[in-house]
């Protein structure tokens, strides 16, 4: 069984950072893709980042420049720094992990920007 659970959300005046924390545990395997989703109300859940076990990452447009994500892979760990923060992200955001074949999904965490 695999558990991910993130850390970091919060409010924050728009122009902030926020830094999200996520901690992987179980059966992750070495090789996965671990990542950051997020879900602001009445829209669908969207990719924000990715990155794999090698280090390739991949971003959404609308955060390119602004947020960065990084892994360690010793203690199976994915963070998302979230810099010049703007209302409009504002949402509930999910690590999720790809391993094996199967999904797995955070509880998610609160991000909240005020302008």
Sequence with gaps: QVQLVES?????QAGGSLRLSCAASGR????????????APGK????VATISSG????????I???FTVSRDNTKNTVDLQMNS???????????????????????GTQVTVSS
């Excluded at 970091?8 to 924050?12: S, Y």
């Excluded at 280090?55 to 609308?62: L, V």
């Design 8 to 12: 970091g959300g919060g409010l924050v």
């Design 28 to 39: 992750t395997f070495s090789t996965n893709l671990l990542g950051w989703y997020r879900q």
């Design 44 to 47: 669908q859940r969207e990719l």
């Design 55 to 62: 280090g390739t990452t991949n971003y959404a447009d609308s």
């Design 64 to 66: 390119k420049g602004r």
């Design 85 to 107: 923060l703007k209302p409009e992200d504002t949402a509930i955001y999910y690590c999720k992990l790809v391993s094996m074949g199967r999904l797995y999904w955070g509880q």
